[in-house]
């Protein structure tokens, strides 16, 4: 099929969808689209999840979330890696506004962006474009790479609508796209938001059946709405992706000291001293693990997680004796990371951390 819904929410968008991930990847593989994007609102958490399950059906996949920007809501999708980064980063301080688009000119390299027209405010703006609307339009798309007008379908008139919005941004070289929102399955599947939003609303709900139009259509649906080219575009955008999900990312952190092996050495011994506990038995037992700690490469890992555990002491911050399997480290022990001497009681250190199972230490320290 030569389209691919771009404007998604799933349930990840608290309380405004009917769609798990899993119903939006059957959904695409059911109808056959070539691919789809994901734009949740405010929020990325779905987007793993996401990938994964598209990839098992052999369909290509574009990141994206759901702001509202100088009062409109636009979808920014993700198109480079440069753009993921971005995304991630803002994510942190998502809802406030005016620092999002601060930031958002200076990085809007591999990101595009998807102006929604589901309010009616927007379309009205569109279809009437005065001096003041041009101006906005403007302001949006210096803030991505590359700007779309998306035409959504929430009403009868749409097509009489679409025909005015393309006539009008057609002189100011601003492409438009296809982009029905979807938030549910099937058409007799509308009753999902009216629970949802009950819920959200702490009311009861008496209806047991309700139609709508934010559903998954047919090829058929798609091309008698739509404009050719309008859907077409939808494909086409994919021409623009260059993003891998699982390229490596980042590197763990260092801590600040010339040699962190020979540090982590030296604090562990320091404190076997001070435990009284400088015996055949714990020292085989230290090396031992320094090692291996060494070798996988985690020493500035354990200093880290020290020198935070220690903080929290400090100021009087709890922090638990030892859960899992990180109470088997004699060296977790010596940094004080943990209160249970493992040689004592008999913990295994390869439950922890095993070169045989290559995989990052995780210390719980709640």
Excluded: W
């Excluded at 540090?263 to 001293?273: A, F, Q, T, V």
Aim: charged share 25%; glycine share 6%.
């Amino acid at each position: 099929m030569k389209f691919a819904p771009l404007n998604i929410q799933s349930g990840y968008s608290f309380l405004q969808s009917g769609l798990t991930v899993e119903s939006i990847v059957k959904s695409v593989y059911k109808n056959n689209y070539f691919g789809a994007a994901l734009c949740d609102g405010n929020v990325m958490h779905g987007l793993p999840l996401f990938a994964k399950e598209m990839e098992k059906i052999q369909k290509p996949y574009i990141f994206g979330v759901r702001l509202t920007l100088l009062n409109q809501e636009m979808c920014l999708l993700v198109s480079q890696e440069e753009g993921y980064k971005t995304l991630c980063f803002i994510s942190g301080f998502i809802d406030e506004e005016d620092k999002v688009i601060e930031y958002l000119k200076s990085h809007k390299h591999g990101l595009i962006g998807i102006l929604s027209t589901t309010k009616r405010e927007t379309r009205d703006l569109l279809i009437n474009l005065n001096r003041d609307d041009r101006d906005l339009l403007i302001k949006l798309s210096s803030i991505v790479e590359k700007f779309y007008i998306g035409l959504d379908t929430p009403n009868n008139n749409f097509k009489e609508e679409s025909k005015n919005i393309k006539n009008n941004v057609i002189h100011y070289t601003y492409q438009t796209i296809a982009f029905p929102l979807i938030k549910y399955v099937k058409e007799n599947d509308a009753i999902a938001l009216s629970i949802v939003d009950a819920i959200s609303n702490d009311k009861n709900i008496e209806i047991k059946e309700e139609k709508g139009d934010l559903y998954f259509k047919s090829e058929d649906e798609i091309f008698n709405l739509y404009d050719q080219d309008d859907v077409l575009e939808t494909v086409k955008l994919f021409n623009n992706i260059n993003f891998n999900y699982h390229q490596k990312r980042g590197e763990i952190l260092s801590f600040s000291v010339d040699s962190s092996n020979d540090y982590l050495k030296e604090e562990c011994y320091k404190s076997l001293k001070a435990k009284g506990l400088e015996n055949e038995t714990y020292i085989a037992r230290l090396e031992h693990e320094l090692n291996i700690i060494k070798e996988m490469g985690y020493s500035d890992y354990f200093l880290i997680v020290s020198d935070y555990v220690k903080y929290a002491n400090r100021v009087g911050i709890l922090t638990g004796p030892g859960r899992g399997s990180a109470a088997g480290s004699l060296v977790s022990y010596c940094l004080h990371i943990t209160d249970i001497d493992p040689i004592r009681y008999q913990l295994l250190f390869e439950r922890f951390l095993n070169p045989e199972r290559v995989s990052m230490p995780d210390i719980d320290i709640d």
